[in-house]
């Protein structure tokens, strides 16, 4: 029988039924260092997707010769097709193409096409053209070169004992529109994009933990091959992956099968279904119910409001808002009174409930919401601990009050966060019923 992820014979391409193996490297000690977020290598990853390419693996590797040759030989023991950014210039870290046709015992030599490519970027910038630039035009021999017309640098293509190497510049502008313009159209050509697309699609939950949503999905995880079902944790929420593959018809049916599986487990948990963040779900809510809100914080201080008003046409539904932090500006702004500072404290059901009633009120908003919490790394006591928090929201049916407990462990800023997320939660739900 085929092995299908056995890679075609010498020169030849793999047939279009075969899985392909792709690995993505990067190149440029910046990665390493953490000075730049590689969006380069996601980019590709979602356009092998596309194609119906399996990328297996990804790799990083500085600026170092011996360093990027074993990278790459090891990509080749492994994977079909590689593609790889960075290190094209003209300077003498830009060292990817001379080091991997020396690791092939490939001989380089000056690409016509790519010097007269070069030397006409220059001409028309009206740049003056250093000797340090023919290293561009420095190709392995036989090599294809890829047209870039946003860079000097051009792409090239090595086509090796039946592997498949794909280098572009490092800088996204050029390398997007060397893979839109060259790139997609060569794997197509040459039989490497499968007849196949891999899809998938991100149910985002929140109030549920990932332990809890692993406990609800466990059979439908155990189960399911295609669509494969992933949770991963995120801060106050968790998203599960579907990815499915097949034809455009079938990966559609696929992940629409498994998310109606998902939600019969997880329910209301699930707040949307791709890219929408909590923030845009609750503003279309208010929007499309025509309910209006007005805030009133303590320990998250602004940054509910912030998230209430970062989607556009926030003004359609979000009032305004209240930083009231000391016991006196709740006092002064929301009238909170002074006996239920002192009986319950302000980081009280007590508390927050008198918050978010009197900026419902003053407001003249159909909700109110209030937070009031501990956000640490001092203020608590052994009744009242870090990460202490009670969201109060204030309605024309009475006022509901949540107590949440977050701990020490995200620090000041994560319990502020926590909280909006929270509080986010308590009107997209309320909108709900």
Same mark, same amino acid.
């Given at each position: 029988?085929?092995?299908?992820?056995?890679?075609?014979?010498?020169?030849?391409?793999?047939?279009?039924?075969?899985?392909?193996?792709?690995?993505?490297?990067?190149?440029?000690?910046?990665?390493?260092?953490?000075?730049?977020?590689?969006?380069?290598?996601?980019?590709?990853?979602?356009?092998?997707?596309?194609?119906?390419?399996?990328?297996?693996?990804?790799?990083?590797?500085?600026?170092?010769?011996?360093?990027?040759?074993?990278?790459?030989?090891?990509?080749?023991?492994?994977?079909?097709?590689?593609?790889?950014?960075?290190?094209?210039?003209?300077?003498?870290?830009?060292?990817?193409?001379?080091?991997?046709?020396?690791?092939?015992?490939?001989?380089?030599?000056?690409?016509?096409?790519?010097?007269?490519?070069?030397?006409?970027?220059?001409?028309?910038?009206?740049?003056?053209?250093?000797?340090?630039?023919?290293?561009?035009?420095?190709?392995?021999?036989?090599?294809?070169?890829?047209?870039?017309?946003?860079?000097?640098?051009?792409?090239?293509?090595?086509?090796?004992?039946?592997?498949?190497?794909?280098?572009?510049?490092?800088?996204?502008?050029?390398?997007?529109?060397?893979?839109?313009?060259?790139?997609?159209?060569?794997?197509?050509?040459?039989?490497?994009?499968?007849?196949?697309?891999?899809?998938?699609?991100?149910?985002?939950?929140?109030?549920?933990?990932?332990?809890?949503?692993?406990?609800?999905?466990?059979?439908?995880?155990?189960?399911?091959?295609?669509?494969?079902?992933?949770?991963?944790?995120?801060?106050?929420?968790?998203?599960?992956?579907?990815?499915?593959?097949?034809?455009?018809?079938?990966?559609?049916?696929?992940?629409?099968?498994?998310?109606?599986?998902?939600?019969?487990?997880?329910?209301?948990?699930?707040?949307?279904?791709?890219?929408?963040?909590?923030?845009?779900?609750?503003?279309?809510?208010?929007?499309?119910?025509?309910?209006?809100?007005?805030?009133?914080?303590?320990?998250?201080?602004?940054?509910?409001?912030?998230?209430?008003?970062?989607?556009?046409?926030?003004?359609?539904?979000?009032?305004?808002?209240?930083?009231?932090?000391?016991?006196?500006?709740?006092?002064?702004?929301?009238?909170? %009174? &002074?006996?239920?500072?002192?009986?319950? +404290?302000? !980081?009280?059901?007590?508390? /927050?409930?008198?918050?978010?009633?009197? #900026? *419902?009120?003053?407001?003249?908003?159909?909700?109110?919401?209030?937070?009031?919490?501990?956000?640490?790394?001092? %203020? &608590?006591?052994?009744?009242?601990?870090? +990460?202490? !928090?009670?969201?109060?929201? /204030?309605?024309?049916?009475?006022?509901? #009050? *949540?107590?949440?407990?977050?701990?020490?462990?995200?620090?000041?800023?994560?319990?502020?966060?926590?909280?909006?997320?929270?509080?986010?939660?308590?009107?997209?739900?309320?909108?709900?019923?």
């Amino acid at each position: 029988m085929t092995d299908p992820a056995k890679p075609a014979a010498d020169g030849g391409s793999p047939h279009p039924r075969q899985l392909v193996r792709a690995e993505i490297i990067s190149v440029g000690t910046e990665h390493l260092l953490g000075q730049i977020v590689d969006t380069n290598a996601t980019f590709l990853c979602t356009v092998l997707a596309d194609l119906g390419i399996a990328v297996y693996f990804r790799s990083t590797v500085g600026d170092n010769v011996r360093r990027v040759q074993d990278v790459f030989l090891h990509a080749l023991d492994r994977a079909d097709l590689i593609l790889s950014t960075g290190g094209l210039g003209p300077t003498d870290d830009d060292l990817t193409v001379a080091a991997v046709a020396e690791a092939l015992a490939l001989p380089i030599e000056r690409h016509e096409e790519a010097w007269a490519h070069i030397q006409e970027f220059f001409r028309k910038r009206n740049r003056p053209l250093s000797s340090q630039q023919v290293k561009q035009a420095m190709l392995p021999r036989g090599a294809r070169m890829i047209p870039n017309p946003r860079g000097s640098a051009p792409g090239v293509i090595i086509e090796h004992h039946g592997k498949t190497l794909i280098f572009t510049p490092g800088v996204p502008r050029e390398m997007k529109g060397m893979v839109q313009d060259s790139i997609v159209p060569y794997l197509r050509e040459r039989g490497l994009a499968g007849r196949e697309v891999i899809r998938s699609r991100v149910l985002r939950i929140t109030g549920l933990g990932e332990s809890g949503v692993e406990d609800r999905l466990r059979d439908l995880m155990r189960s399911s091959v295609n669509p494969t079902i992933a949770p991963y944790a995120h801060t106050g929420e968790c998203h599960v992956r579907l990815t499915a593959r097949g034809t455009e018809a079938e990966v559609e049916s696929l992940l629409d099968r498994t998310e109606g599986a998902a939600r019969e487990r997880l329910g209301p948990a699930i707040y949307s279904a791709g890219e929408a963040t909590l923030e845009e779900v609750v503003a279309r809510a208010l929007t499309a119910k025509r309910v209006s809100v007005a805030v009133a914080e303590s320990c998250t201080a602004g940054l509910l409001g912030h998230r209430l008003a970062t989607p556009a046409g926030a003004s359609a539904f979000l009032d305004g808002g209240i930083i009231t932090y000391s016991n006196a500006a709740k006092q002064r702004w929301l009238d909170v %009174g &002074a006996d239920v500072l002192e009986r319950h +404290g302000a !980081v009280s059901v007590e508390a /927050a409930r008198a918050m978010a009633e009197a #900026v *419902r009120t003053q407001a003249g908003t159909d909700i109110g919401i209030a937070t009031t919490g501990i956000a640490g790394p001092t %203020g &608590a006591t052994a009744e009242k601990p870090i +990460g202490l !928090v009670y969201i109060a929201l /204030a309605h024309s049916e009475g006022t509901d #009050v *949540r107590e949440v407990r977050y701990g020490t462990e995200p620090g000041r800023s994560g319990v502020r966060y926590l909280a909006s997320q929270s509080a986010l939660d308590m009107i997209r739900l309320h909108l709900l019923r």
